[in-house]
Antibody
Framework: QLQLQESGPGLVKPSETLSLTCFVS??????????WSWVRQPPGKGLEWLGS???????FYNPSLKTRVTMSVDTSKNQFFLNLTSVTAADTAIYYC???????????WGQGTLVTVSS | SYGLTQEPSVSVSPGQTVTITCSGD??????AYWYQQRPGQAPVLVIY???ERPSGIPERFSGSSSGTTVTLTISGVQAEDEADYYC???????????FGGGTKVTVL
């Protein structure tokens, strides 16, 4: 059974960079059938797709965040990564990593990690 | 930017049927997906490709599509179905993922 687990600091200062890692186990990240994605959810609010990356490095980002988001993948470690620059309080959210199928939808999710932006 | 519209909340009595709608201009061209999210948990896929149900999802969950609107129906609602439900699709290019704002289902 595929499992995903987010990891990273729970507190980030305003204007700094939020960096998260997603560890994938029970399956290979080097799959031609899947993308690897980040979705976030501010407290009490809805889901927002941040972007997706293919194991070969092709990536797609939410246009509303495109200038601040970067994703990468390390197939040797079965991990993928999120960087979000110049964070503000509005970036406070639970961040989920998820497996995305080619028809864009998500079939496996991590448990989520809360990141708070505060000084 | 492209978005999907859902009603914010619905209420239903146990054993009754509830429908949740999701509207978007690209829905005639793109498949829709539905997720259930219970408090404190990650979303779970309950409907894919408008009408298909993943293995392990109860038969009382069904989906339909008509034009720019897709619908999630829960028949014979149970207390455990109380949750937030999100529709998800893609823009007309099929590249960019979009979620609806979510519908809170309350079981009375």
């Amino acid at each position: 059974q595929l499992q995903l687990q987010e990891s990273g600091p729970g507190l980030v200062k305003p204007s700094e960079t939020l960096s998260l890692t997603c560890f994938v186990s029970g399956g290979s990240i080097n799959s031609r059938l899947h993308y690897w994605s980040w979705v976030r959810q501010p407290p009490g609010k809805g889901l927002e797709w941040l972007g997706s990356i293919f194991s070969g490095g092709n990536s797609f980002y939410n246009p509303s965040l495109k200038t601040r988001v970067t994703m990468s993948v390390d197939t040797s470690k079965n991990q993928f990564f999120l960087n979000l620059t110049s964070v503000t309080a509005a970036d406070t959210a639970i961040y989920y990593c998820a497996r995305q199928r080619r028809e864009p939808h998500f079939d496996f999710w991590g448990q989520g990690t809360l990141v708070t932006v505060s000084s | 930017s492209y978005g999907l519209t859902q009603e914010p909340s619905v209420s239903v009595s146990p054993g009754q049927t509830v429908t949740i709608t999701c509207s978007g201009d690209a829905l005639p061209m793109q498949n829709a997906y539905w997720y259930q999210q219970r408090p404190g948990q990650a979303p779970v896929l309950v409907i894919y490709r408008d009408t298909e149900r993943p293995s392990g999802i109860p038969e009382r969950f069904s989906g339909s599509s008509s034009g720019t609107t897709v619908t999630l129906t829960i028949s014979g609602v149970q207390a455990e179905d109380e949750a937030d439900y999100y529709c998800q699709s893609a823009d007309s290019s099929g590249v960019y993922v979009v979620f609806g704002g979510g519908t809170k289902v309350t079981v009375l």
